[in-house]
């Protein structure tokens, strides 16, 4: 662990690959090139800084748990848990890094309302000024808004300020919608969780594929399918109008592993899920969504608005290169689709998860179980994925939601679920700009 950490700290992907290389075994390494890990490690050191050691959690000759603590403004806590094999002690059989509660030890205890939001807003007004973070934080009890903060611009050419109506961009915060447009489906009896690919979509190009791949493995990320950024994507980006355009980036790749077997996130999965939307509900995907859960929402701020439709209510996200704030235009889809990308304000996604909670959208036997675990990431992994969902334990308390994140844009939505606070943070610079602040606050949100 220390000499990853070394690695990790001082940014040398050289050293990562070769860690990499020497001690991850073949069920992590999954055909992926020992560089490729290393820079998808550095994309996480770039968006949390340095790792110092808080506490080891635990220690055997097969098992290590570390949490870190990291730099900044907003100290953010992440475990690191690695199992080893027993014939191979040198192999790391499995390997997960997650953000986690700050510990007891570390000193960062629950606040009142009053002095939480004292706190954010001195710290935001820092963030902010040093272009750290830009967009919206709000929180909320029981459904009503308890503090809220605006800051930033939203538009930097002209010098326009985020407003409340401000819609921003999400990143995978689209999986929920797509989650929840599937389970309306099931208790409309006109699908099942069980049912596989290919009986849903005959036409699908890959059927071998098709025929292992449930609507379970699909909403959970246990399908093994891939992502759909990557070149084929950059060159058509802008002609990807439909959900149906996107299968070509993906949908002859081979299987990284047998549906089932393992986890690894997948926007692939979710492009499918909106696929079986359109078919089981003779709907256009977007048309979907907007009348069976924007409208039953009462969301009136949200949607999939195309990159070329640059209006006022729209935040310009901003992406740092080269020490610059550049506008991340260049980087968009045509339009947000089923596996992310879309837009809305934090005032509409409080809406979805008052709709969500109080079982508006689905009965309450689905709604538990869309937002249930019923996936491991990685083994003793302290997140869980429901079905669209993030599930995890902070504080004792049960917390769903989603996040999203790509270059200029970073979103998040944490709802309490027992205690009835919702966390909303949506920012229009780089990850982790919104994340950051989310977790401050959801470590130190009162009973």
Do not use: C
Request: glycine share 8%; proline share 6%; charged share 25%.
């Amino acid at each position: 662990m220390h000499e990853w950490v070394q690695a990790f700290n001082a940014t040398d992907r050289a050293k990562l690959a070769t860690f990499i290389r020497e001690h991850y075994s073949d069920g992590v390494l999954r055909g992926r090139p020992p560089e490729e890990i290393a820079s998808n490690q550095l994309r996480l050191r770039e968006r949390l800084g340095p790792l110092e050691v808080s506490s080891i959690e635990k220690s055997t000759d097969s098992e290590l748990i570390a949490v870190f603590k990291t730099p900044g403004v907003l100290p953010q806590f992440v475990r690191a848990a690695w199992q080893t094999d027993g014939a191979k002690p040198n192999r790391i059989q499995s390997s997960a890094i997650t953000p986690v509660a700050a510990p007891a030890s570390a000193g960062f205890g629950k606040l009142t309302l009053p002095e939480l939001g004292k706190d954010l807003d001195a710290k935001l007004d820092e963030l902010t000024s040093r272009d750290l973070f830009s967009g919206v934080a709000l929180i909320a009890k029981d459904g009503k808004p308890v503090w809220q903060k605006i800051t930033g611009l939203a538009d930097r050419e002209q010098k326009r300020p985020a407003a409340a109506e401000t819609r921003f961009r999400l990143g995978s915060m689209n999986k929920m919608f797509t989650s929840v447009a599937i389970a309306q489906l099931v208790e409309a009896g006109k699908l099942k969780f069980t049912d596989t690919v290919d009986k849903i979509l005959p036409d699908y190009p890959n059927q071998d594929a098709a025929k292992k791949i449930t609507v379970h493995h699909l909403l959970t990320h246990t399908a093994g399918m891939g992502n759909i950024f990557g070149a084929k994507f950059d060159q058509l980006k802008d002609k990807l109008h439909d959900l149906k355009d996107y299968l070509p980036l993906f949908s002859s790749e081979p299987l990284q592993f047998e549906p089932g077997k393992a986890w690894s996130y997948s926007n692939a999965g979710f492009i499918v899920l909106g696929l079986i939307v359109e078919k089981v509900s003779g709907e256009n995907y977007y048309d979907y969504v907007q009348h069976h859960i924007y409208d039953k929402a009462g969301m009136k701020s949200s949607g999939d608005i195309p990159k070329t439709e640059r209006g006022p209510e729209i935040a310009v996200g901003y992406m740092k290169m080269d020490d610059r704030l550049l506008p991340n235009w260049d980087t968009l889809p045509y339009r947000g689709m089923s596996a992310g990308g879309g837009d809305s304000t934090a005032a509409d996604l409080l809406k979805f998860a008052i709709a969500l909670r109080s079982y508006a959208l689905l009965s309450r036997e689905l709604t538990e179980k869309i937002t249930s675990a019923q996936a491991e990431p990685a083994p003793g992994s302290p997140e869980k994925y429901g079905y669209g969902f993030g599930v995890r334990e902070i504080n004792g308390q049960r917390v769903v939601g989603h996040g999203g994140g790509a270059p200029g844009m970073n979103a998040d939505l944490s709802i309490f679920w027992d205690s009835g606070y919702t966390v909303i943070v949506l920012a229009n610079l780089d990850p982790p700009a919104a994340e950051n602040v989310s977790h401050y606050i959801q470590q130190r949100l009162p009973d």
